[in-house]
């Protein structure tokens, strides 16, 4: 089992940064690929980035560009820099992970383990 905890969520302005953290406990080893997914209200969960063991990463076009998904294997921690934030980038953001190496990033049903979720939330 691995356990997933994120931190850095919180409020910030049009324009401004978040860097949100997911610390892995538990079995790590078995987590091959970290992703973020993000959830607003009334909407489904959906793919933000994601990172494999090895470094290779993967994103969305909505935040291409914008935010920088790495991974610190020695910590077992992954990280989300969100930067230019937009209003539309509100939502509960969540960690996952997969124990494949191979799978379709994006794909929500991939991943076997997720984080509790932390608030970010962006005014205009």
């Known amino acids: 089992q691995v356990q997933l905890t994120e931190s850095g969520g919180g409020l910030v302005q049009a324009g401004g940064s978040l860097r949100l953290s997911c610390a892995a406990s538990?079995?790590?080893?078995?987590?091959?690929?970290m992703g973020w997914f993000r959830q607003a209200p009334g909407k489904e969960r959906e793919f933000v980035a994601a990172?494999?063991?090895?470094?290779?990463?993967y994103y969305a076009d909505s935040v291409k560009g914008r935010f920088i998904i790495s991974r610190d294997n020695v910590k077992n921690t992954v990280y989300l820099q969100m930067n230019s934030l937009k209003p539309e980038d509100t939502a509960v953001y969540y960690c996952?992970?997969?124990?494949?190496?191979?799978?379709?990033?994006?794909?929500?049903?991939?991943?076997?383990?997720w984080g509790q979720g932390t608030q970010v939330t962006v005014s205009s």
């Open positions: 996952a992970a997969a124990r494949r190496s191979w799978i379709p990033m994006d794909d929500r049903n991939e991943y076997d383990y």
């Open positions: 538990g079995r790590t080893s078995s987590s091959s690929v």
């Open positions: 990172i494999s063991w090895s470094g290779f990463t």
